[in-house]
């Protein structure tokens, strides 16, 4: 899984993703894009890996990027932001990161610190990268559909549907509103049209504003999935040792890491829950789509074990934590045989039983 950071000229970008990567803050200024493996913080894996004692844990990844800033307050910026839009067609999540915290040092996008403001401007901009990448497709399939090719008669289709996803842009209607079948969806599916693509905002706060609450209604939906970091200080916390790590924590008042709170963003963007397998020696998380069956949960460890399904011995991680042992579960009847249909819920630890 694929995401990229995004959004305005010194949001704080890179300090997130320093924070929730490990990796080093990017020179500031530097124009290429970084990129970084963030393995997804998972509790349950660390309780199990007391529980059972595997040789190996493996934790999801998520791949991450952070864009330089996106900066459209002249032509040179303008121009340079839509060669960087284009180059993130193909992730499969886009995190607008906006700023709320004040500092002098850092002088702020437009002169003023506005996150409704700019997550709208980043919104709109989306929104005009699809509609100029619309109109290069809409010149370039006229020439073409008047050719005798093997293509034309889905270029001729394509055509459409290209002017019917111009209208609706033009109209200030969404892409996806214009887009009516899963053909049509088929056939626009490689351009990567970024407005339709999930999205989720991290507003990078102020060290003061840890309590502060963003109405972003005027800017996106109300069920783009909104988290707030205090970048700066996450990024000085992930420097720490885990002990020293813990104290500042607590002092003050924080629960969850930034890593934490932004891979739980990005999942709950993606519609993403987690299952857990401990097969051969290793503990293991697999993220899933939300009301993916026990088959194709199977096929994502192996596709022989989907091939050769017979029963998905399964239970609840918070039924082991509660009852402490999977005996007491096994007593409790709590350990259940599913079959192919089974919806695989978040948490469940699976043991694919199979036969190829
Ligand atoms: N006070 C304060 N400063 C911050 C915070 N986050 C980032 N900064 C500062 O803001 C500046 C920009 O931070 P970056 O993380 O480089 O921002 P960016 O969005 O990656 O910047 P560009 O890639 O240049 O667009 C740096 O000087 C940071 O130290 C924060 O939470 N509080
Ligand atoms: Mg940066």
Redesign the pocket.
Known sequence: MKVA?L????????????AVSGKA??P???TAIEEAIVSVPDERLDWLREYYKPKKTTHATIDCL??????FTDEHGRAAARRLINQIRTVDLLVL?V?S???Q??PPYRNTVNPAGDLAELKTELLLADLELVATRIEKLEKQVNRPTKTQAHDKLELALQKKLQQAIESEKPISSAVETDAEREMIKSLGFLTLKPIAVSV????DQLEKKFDFSSAIDSSVPVVT???????ELSQLDDESRAEFMADLGLTESAASKFVKNCYSALGLISFLTVVSNELRAWPIEQGTAALDAAGKVHTDIKRGFIRAETFAFNDLKALGSEKALKAAGKIRLEGKEYVVQDGDIINFRFNV
Not at 204 to 207: A, C, L, P, R
């Open positions: 950071l959004g305005l000229l010194q949001s704080g970008k890179s300090t997130i993703f320093s803050i990017p500031l200024g530097s952070d864009l330089p800033g996106l900066n990161v700023r915290f004040e500092d040092a850092v990078n706060t102020g060290e970091i205090c970048a700066k200080l996450e990024h």
